[in-house]
């Protein structure tokens, strides 16, 4: 049987390999330094299957985690289920609705993600998408924050946001990035069509290889003389322009 303790966490080479094997939602996998042979390339293996982060860590950080007999491998249990974007926006048209998605990119504080969430669903998005490594952990405070919309709007964790970003651009969607030195105003876009908005982390934003490759950069206007804001103010803002121009 899989030993769970109070943090969600799941120990021990079989426990974890039969939940990989199960399709059991995990949030990443903690591999022991030094260990290697069969067991190492099947966790690779089935983690990159599945779509799951693998972290080699020191023993004292698993030992610091659970004092059971960890095995050299610990997972921590996802609070949520994650999806698939190339499953989900198929969905989305087939239902005969206007895509409107928010990607994260590398938002790692968990009130922000969960603040998003919130005003995401409460907007009619219809998923977030994160990439599977630096990004915000969907623990019990990011559960709280977004109210229980995480447990309605799906996430979509991606291996490369990159490939996540093309990907939508061919399926139709535009991809549209915040950019403090953009021209293009946000109400001046048209929102009405096929929309991802992407969002970058405070202090350091979008990544730019993701705002090179997205079809148009915009500001939100403002007036006041503060730097920028706050990332989950600034999606509110944006998602309720999209429902403002859609007529919701």
Known sequence: MAKMNQKNLLYGRHPVVEALQKGVSLDKVMLQQGIR???EKELRHLCKQAGIPLHVVPKDRLKRLTSG???GVVAFQALVRYYKLEDVLPTIYERSEVPLLVLLDSVTDVRNFGAIARTAEVCGAHALVVPQKNTALIN?????TSA????ILPVCRESSLMAAVEYLQMSGVQVLASDLQAEAPLQKLDLKLPTAFVLGAEGEGISEPIARRADQRFII??????DSLNVS???GMMLYESMRQRGI
């Open 233 to 235: 103010v600034a999606a």
């Open 37 to 39: 042979g069969e067991m």
């Open 140 to 144: 019990a405070e990011a559960m709280k």
């Open 221 to 226: 206007p403002q007036l006041g003389q503060t």
């Open 148 to 151: 229980g919309a995480l447990n």
């Open 69 to 71: 007999n960890h095995q």
